[in-house]
């Protein structure tokens, strides 16, 4: 992907949006007959069963009905999901995840074929949607309940699982195009396609391959005025320009390193359009403001977008082999790739870079009054050592008119480069997985085992727009760097030259390895039918390695060593915009697991389920027991009330328990303590108490710590939940669900906020560090036990089957499952 310098929003009259699908021919695997219905295994239970016999809240959806609903991506589903509140777009770099129950995507567990996936690497916590692979995709199950007693950790919830086609015969090819109906970007266009060969009853074996692409463009603020612009917003009564001073081209400089006396010599002009605009100025929206504080403020329409880009490639391949007809054999595999190209607007000096601002001496010939850049005109007091005013007109500014006395002082600014367009980085991400898995009968036993291996990498490269420091210091030095005003040719040429494209800074791998078996065998003859027992094992190892950052841009001191903490991260360096983070570590903890599972039709109406399990890690020298109970009532023919408990829990990630390297931000903040403000999340608002000066406790750079160096105080979060529900099939093809639940969540975890440090300063003490002086240190924001919440809902959900078309998909040798399969469910509501 390459950095774009969007263009001005042109409006179409029409809608442009196509879908193509183009069907090859395929060699249906069923018959005209009635089919048996085929007992599968369905999510939330380790024992095959009819759909429809389950007691559990499960929502079934077809890839079909997702196609009929129009939608182009599985984040489509995730959204209309009225139990899920879930990432909407692709602008997250982790891209969509499931949120079940608001509980965050951490405790919605998310898996491919009943087993799970590596994680996103960087916080070892979900699994993105993109990284499934839609054209082989059979259908999806959302278990709309606790199921920590059947998968484990993370499954507090719900469990999202993606069933791929058991096999496909025939092949199909499908092309999409969507163009919003305004121009300017956030198009997508995407191909798929799949492709089967064998067929399992007849040759014994069946092989297919499946591959999916998208790409989406980024969509700008600046493509979209009527929501965005301040001007259109403004002519509509709905806003005014802002009036607080961001870097902008038009550089605002002062005569201190902060450049907290601010002066811009085209703000009288109106700075540079479309890059940067005037402020209200003196922070007034008054009609006539004295202008003592103004300056150019950075155009965030042109900059921002409202969308980022991406880039989605899922190729999915399955080979299947049947055994004397009692053993069958499967060897799976996937590769995805997912990129996102998140723009980040124009990028200055923070915290990290060698100084917050650039400087330039009165030698350069872009220097303010000495011919290419006009003078700073002033009014008020003009001595050299004050602040006046800045002229704009008589109205806003009265009084004698002069050029700032500039004394041939060093100026500081903030700036960033306008001409490389928003800055941008490629996310790059990769997951992959390989299944090797058995199922069949031996000795009254039916049995599944499977060896699972996964791994994601997750790879952050700056990828345009970004700059070195010292290279764009030595430009205005050099007076090769224009900071108030576009480049000429020259300085144009350097500013491409000193660009850092296409540089990774950080790398993150995640592993899951794992063996899995499972044994049922029915025990005797109940009311009913058979009271089935299901005994199963896992063994699991989940890693994660951090790369070191790499040293190409870090600063080094007056020794020639880099500047690099003890803890290993990296505080001084030459890149713009972002940090070069990780200190080499490989981490690892083992799982072992147990689960028991009874399912008891004790009657043709009364059904019961139980199961219970063990989980022990051993990084955490803990083990889990998570017991389930549900019960299934079949009132009438057309009316079935269920009602499940369980407890589940979460582990803390492997990230947040054994990585001792902290990770450190910084922001302005006034002391919340020694500087206190009414308004404690705002900078530069308080007061300095006695015997400190505002320099040393106001408006401050203060480091704070969103990661310690060590967590093994964390202990795993524990749940309770529970459903009451009922369904209703008043008619053929018309079913209506209504679920109440609840969960209780205790020992929660999550990162202390900084803001609530800032507001809280007393409940928070312990988390202020500071120095001999009193002076603060660092504060320590990170990962904690933080108590206990609780929640309750109504699910409600309708769904309606209607008749399907006379021709034929390619088949899954599977039989049709359920008439809710079937279905095409519509969204439900929540309360």
């Known amino acids: 992907m390459t950095s774009r310098i969007p263009q001005a929003a042109r409006r179409l009259n029409l809608c442009a949006a196509a879908a193509l699908s183009l069907i090859g021919a395929a060699q249906a695997q069923t018959s005209d007959a009635p089919q048996a219905l085929e007992r599968i295994q369905i999510t939330g239970s380790s024992i095959k069963r009819l759909a429809g016999e389950t007691a559990l809240p499960v929502s079934v959806v077809k890839s079909e009905d997702l196609e009929a609903r129009g939608h182009t991506e599985l984040k489509d589903l995730v959204l209309e999901m009225p139990q899920s509140l879930s990432l909407g777009t692709n602008s997250g770099a982790a891209g969509p995840m499931l949120n079940l129950r608001g509980l965050g995507a951490m405790r919605t567990l998310t898996l491919l074929n009943g087993r799970r996936m590596a994680n996103e690497p960087l916080q070892d916590q979900y699994v993105s949607v993109n990284v499934i692979p839609r054209m082989a995709l059979d259908r999806a199950e959302t278990l709309r309940d606790g199921a920590s007693s059947i998968y484990g950790s993370d499954a507090i ?224 007091s003009n001595t050299g050592s004050n602040s006046p005013a800045m002229y704009i007109d008589a109205t806003k500014t009265p009084g004698t008119v002069s050029d700032l006395n500039m004394n041939n002082r060093t100026i500081y600014f903030v700036w960033g480069p306008a001409e490389l367009g928003s800055a941008y980085r490629n996310d790059e991400q990769t997951n992959d997985r390989l299944v090797l898995s058995a199922e069949g009968t031996v000795a009254g036993f039916d049995y599944r085992v499977g060896l699972n291996y996964g791994k994601s990498l997750r790879d952050t490269r700056a990828g345009g727009g970004y700059i070195l420091y010292s290279k764009a210091q030595e430009g205005f030095t050099k007076g090769i760097l224009n900071p108030f005003g576009l480049q000429d040719a020259e300085g144009l040429a350097y500013l491409k030259s000193i660009e850092a494209s296409d540089y990774t800074y950080r790398v993150n791998h995640a592993y899951n390895r794992s063996v899995d078996a499972t044994l049922t065998r029915t025990l005797m003859e109940l009311s009913g039918g058979p009271l089935v027992l299901a005994v199963s094992g896992e063994l699991r190892r989940d890693s994660a390695k951090v790369d070191a950052a790499p040293l190409d841009y870090v600063a080094k001191d007056a020794n020639g060593k880099y500047l690099i903490d003890a803890f290993g991260n990296v505080t001084k360096h030459d890149l713009v915009g972002e940090t070069p983070t990780g200190v080499a570590r490989d981490l690892s903890r083992d799982i072992k697991s147990a689960v028991i599972e009874v399912d008891a ?171 001999a002086d009193g002076t603060i240190d660092y504060i320590v924001a990170s990962q904690a036990n933080r108590g206990d919440t609780s929640i309750r809902g109504l699910d409600l959900s309708r769904s309606t089957a209607w008749p399907r078309p006379s021709a034929r998909p390619p088949s899954s040798s599977k039989a049709p499952i359920t008439r809710a399969t079937a279905s095409v469910p519509r969204r439900g509501a929540r309360c």
Not at 343 to 361: D, E, I, K, L, V
Not at 617 to 622: G, R
Not at 664 to 675: E, N
């Open 157 to 380: 919830g719900g469990v999202q699982n993606f069933w791929t086609y058991n096999t496909y015969k025939g092949r199909r090819l499908k092309v999409e195009w969507n163009q919003p109906e305004h121009s300017g970007g956030g198009e997508t266009k995407a191909i798929g396609a799949i492709l089967g060969v064998g067929d399992i009853g007849t040759d014994g074996w069946n092989a297919y391959v499946s591959l999916d692409h998208q790409r989406k463009s980024a969509l700008f603020k600046i493509d979209r005025p009527e929501l965005y612009d301040y001007s259109v917003l403004s002519a509509m009564g709905l806003g005014l320009l802002p009036d607080n001073k961001n870097p902008s081209p038009t550089a605002n400089f002062g005569f201190s390193t902060s450049a907290n006396s601010n002066y811009n010599p085209a703000f009288a002009a109106g700075c540079a359009a479309p890059y940067s605009l005037p402020t209200l100025g003196a922070g007034s929206v008054a009609a006539t403001p004295t202008y003592t504080n103004a300056g150019c403020y950075r155009n965030p329409n042109y900059y921002d977008a409202v969308t980022d880009g991406s880039k989605i490639t899922n190729v999915f391949a399955k080979l299947s082999w049947r055994i004397n007809n009692a053993h069958s054999l499967s060897l799976e595999g996937l590769h995805s790739t997912f990129n996102v190209q998140k723009f980040r607007g124009m990028q200055t000096p923070g915290s990290t870079a060698p100084a917050t601002t650039y400087s330039m001496p009165a030698t350069s010939k872009y220097y303010p009054g000495k011919g290419i850049t006009p003078a700073v005109k002033v009014v008020g």
């Open 601 to 771: 039709p004790v009657t043709r109406r009364w059904s019961l389920n139980a199961a219970v399990r063990s989980d022990t890690y051993n990084d955490l020298k803990t083990t889990t027991v998570n017991p389930k109970l549900s019960v299934r009532y079949q009132a009438l023919d057309q009316l079935v009330l269920r009602g499940s408990a369980n407890t589940g829990f979460r582990a803390p990630s492997i990230m947040d328990i054994q990585n001792p390297t902290p990770e450190v931000r910084s922001q302005l903040m006034d002391d919340p303590v020694l500087c206190p403000s009414a308004t404690p999340t705002v900078a530069n608002t308080g007061n300095p108490v006695n015997g400190y000066t505002r320099d040393q406790v106001c408006n401050v750079q203060t480091n704070y710590w969103t990661k310690s160096p060590d967590n093994s105080f964390l202990k795993p979060e524990k749940s309770k939940g529970w459903t009451v529900g009922l369904a209703l099939e008043p008619t053929k093809g018309l079913l209506m669900t209504a679920d109440y639940w609840g969960i209780r969540l205790t020992d929660m975890l999550g990162a202390v906020a900084i803001a609530e440090v800032q507001q809280q300063p007393a409940k928070y003490v312990q988390n202020i560090v500071r120095k």
